[in-house]
């Protein structure tokens, strides 16, 4: 059964991030660890109760720490930021094709985008011998 993971807003992905990484002291316990880590400490205490509530961070002792279901919906932001990125390269190809249809570039561009190509066959394909 699919567990639904509720969308992150850009300051709980990153505060996943960190936590992806290492546990580290709650703002209550220790306030300069938020702010070492660039963490908005007006934030933070939000990001962590909505966090905790949807059972993505654990407060124990002190230290917050990532649970599993907050592993996978730090991993499934940063996949949707990927494929975000992936369109706008391959909306980028289209249009430079657009411009300069004889350009192998924007072919090649399109194919390393999408995973067709590695770079070495993207990079092949824009200087035959």
């Known amino acids: 059964m699919p567990v639904y993971i509720p969308p992150l807003t850009s300051s709980q992905k990153q505060l ?16 300069a660890s938020a702010a070492a880590r660039g963490l908005d400490e007006c934030r933070l205490r939000a990001d962590i109760e909505e966090l905790c509530n949807t059972r993505q961070v654990t407060v ?10 907050g592993v996978v919906a730090y991993l ?4 949707d930021e990927l494929a975000a990125t ?3 390269v391959s909306a980028l190809a289209d249009e430079l ?11 090649s561009l399109r194919q390393l985008a999408q995973g067709a190509w590695s770079l070495d066959q993207a990079l092949a394909h824009l200087d035959p011998t």
């Open 16 to 31: 996943l991030g960190h936590l992806a990484l290492a546990d580290f002291p709650h703002p209550d316990a220790e306030p």
């Open 60 to 69: 124990a002792e002190g230290h917050l720490s990532i649970t599993e279901l």
């Open 76 to 79: 499934a932001a940063e996949r």
């Open 86 to 88: 992936l369109v706008d």
């Open 97 to 107: 094709r657009r411009r300069d249809p004889v350009s192998a570039v924007p072919h």
